[in-house]
Each structure stands twice: as C-alpha cells, then as structure tokens.
C-alpha cells in the first residue's frame, strides 16, 4: 500500500492546471477593447460653456495677434523716448512722455477741441438718426426706396467723403456757394474753411452724415419692435402724437439711444481720415484733434515715444468717455426701481 501524499504535493498540480486554463482563455477568446468616443460624440457630451470657448478661440486668436499684441507693443513704445531724427535708439523714459505730453500747450487745446468736436457730431447725428428712423417708420410710399438710399453715405469711404465735402464747400466752385448765392443769401462766393469754428462744425457735420445710415438702422429696428399694443392703449387714454412719443416711443429707445451715443463718441474721438482729407488740421491748427496730433508727432516730428503716449491717453479717453452713458443708464435705471 502507497503511503498517502503531501497535501503541497495535491495543491502543485492543480495550480499549474488552472494556469494553463487562464493562458488557453487569453489566446483563443478575442480581445475586448473599449471604443474610444468620437469627435462628434465628445462635442455632444461638452458643456455649454466649454463649446461656446471653443467657437470663441479663433477669434481670441485674432484678437490676440492683430489688438492685444500692437497695444503692448505701443504701451512699451510709450516708456521710451524715440526721436527717429535724432539716433533709432530706444531710450528709458518711463512716464517722461506722458508727462511730456500732458504739459504741451497744443494738447490741452486739442483735447477741448477733440471734446467740443466730439458733442456737436453726436448730438448732431443722434438726433438726425432718430428723426430719419422716426420718418422711415411712418408707412408711404417709396419707403423701400428711402431706406437704401439713407445707406448711400455709408458706402462711401472716409477719404472719399472728406474729399466730397471739401468740393462742396469750396471757395470758388463749391455747391454750397453757388446755391446760397442763387438764393440771395450770401453777396459772394466765401472762403468755409478759413474759420476755425466754421471748419470744425463743417467737420462734424460730414461725420455725423457719414455715420447717420448706421444709428438710423438700429434705432429703426428698435421702432419697429415696439409693440403695437402700448400705442393703442396711449391713444384709448387720449394720447397725442407728442404725448406718445414722450411716454411710449422714447423710454423702449434709451437703451439703444445710449448705445448710439457712445459708438458715435468712439467715433468721433478716433476721427482722423475725414479731417486730413478736409482740412489738413487748418486753419493754422483749428481742427487738429488729439488723433490728428498723434499723427503728426509720428509722422512729421517723428517722435514715436510722444506719438505713443499720446495714442494711449486718447485710449484712456475713450474708453472713459464710452463707458459713462452706460453707468449714468444703469444708475437712472437703479433710481427708478427704488422709486417703484
């Protein structure tokens, strides 16, 4: 009779069995890999806030290249003093230009000019585009017609329309002379452009009808969203035209006349190729706005360091002078719902 066996001795045997089991599984049965998901189908599992970043980084990108990088580029321009007709060399001023700049005499009176300029083309234009809008929402006949040609003047370029100007107020065979000549209201053909105050107002007048077809559209577009109801309950409580438009039609437009007012302000302040194109600065220097002053230190005096500094002051200004019809909205708007 055998003697019994270990119990390691039984264990071995079925430990190599169940091994070669496992290896046999591993060779003949195919192996399962997870499908990784589409591009399609990561797209539809994004959030909402991821998939709008992604729409917007093209732009970003954009924006990055061709704005963020020319205004560092012009920030750090402005910390250095650059006198082209001296030596190209790059000299630390830190904010010596903008001090500089600040204590000109010929700035602080470009800056009145470039404010007087900027409130008479806004509050010119504003209130042509709203007069225009108001017409063009009044049903008659030919109204189609009427709304292409108001876009006429902004389809002309800047330089084209300045040009226009010009020959319309020119002194010996402008349009301007001859009609007031023939209407009797003037002895003699005259000089527009030789005052100061005149060629300003002429200046502001061409970029208020330059821009008049884009602040006619929005605020048309806003007319036309207006419900129709509000005006049939005004006129059931005895509203008049003046009653309505005080008490209907101007509060649904605030919101877009203030946007109105500060494109126009950003405009204005920026203007500079329809005043070279009308009056070169003149007379003597009574049209030259902060943006004209920045080209000729550029450009003329060839002091990029100064030209600089000045193009970030008149950011500043800007962006100062654009964010404050919003604020003053906002707190009108705080005020009346307190007061409700």
């Not at 496992?22 to 192996?31: A, H, N, Y």
């Not at 998939?51 to 402005?78: E, N, T, V």
């Not at 009427?146 to 902004?154: K, Q, T």
């Not at 007012?261 to 220097?285: E, N």
Request: proline share 6%; hydrophobic share 55%.
């Amino acid at each position: 009779m055998e003697p019994p066996c270990a119990p390691h001795e039984l264990t071995l045997p079925l430990i190599l069995v169940e091994q070669q089991t496992k290896w046999r599984m591993r060779t003949t049965l195919p192996e399962q890999t997870e499908l990784r998901p589409s591009l399609g189908q990561r797209l539809h599992r994004m959030s909402e806030a991821r998939f709008g970043l992604l729409l917007l980084a093209p732009a970003a990108l954009i924006l990055l290249l061709f704005l963020a990088f020319p205004l560092a580029y012009a920030g750090a321009m402005s910390l250095f003093r650059i006198e082209l007709t001296v030596s190209p060399d790059w000299r630390w001023a830190g904010p010596g230009n903008y001090l500089s700049v600040l204590g000109e005499r010929a700035v602080r009176e470009s800056l009145a000019r470039t404010l007087a300029f900027a409130a008479l083309t806004v509050g010119t234009s504003v209130l042509l585009a709203l007069g225009v809008a108001l017409l063009l929402n009044e049903p008659f006949r030919g109204r189609g017609f009427a709304r292409v040609l108001v876009l006429l003047p902004w389809a002309v370029a800047p330089v084209v329309a300045g040009v226009l100007w010009r020959y319309l107020f020119h002194s010996n065979y402008g349009l301007v002379n001859a009609l007031l000549l023939q209407a009797g209201l003037i002895p003699a053909y005259r000089v527009w452009l030789d005052s100061a105050p005149v060629a300003i107002t002429i200046a502001a007048l061409a970029t208020a009808w330059k821009t008049l077809p884009f602040l006619a559209l929005i605020i048309l577009a806003r007319l036309q969203s207006i419900p129709e109801s509000l005006y049939r309950a005004a006129r059931m409580d005895g509203a008049g035209v003046l009653a309505r438009f005080r008490h209907v039609t101007l509060p649904q437009l605030r919101g877009i006349l203030i946007f109105a007012v500060v494109m126009q302000t950003i405009v204005a302040l920026q203007s500079f190729d329809l005043i070279f194109t009308l009056t070169r600065g003149g007379p003597g220097q009574g049209t030259v706005l902060l943006s004209y002053l920045v080209f000729i230190n550029a450009f003329e005096r060839l002091s990029l360091g100064q030209a600089a500094a000045l193009a970030a002051l008149l950011a500043l200004l800007i962006v100062l002078l654009g964010g404050l019809a919003p604020l003053l909205a906002a707190g009108h708007r705080r005020r009346e719902a307190r007061n409700e």
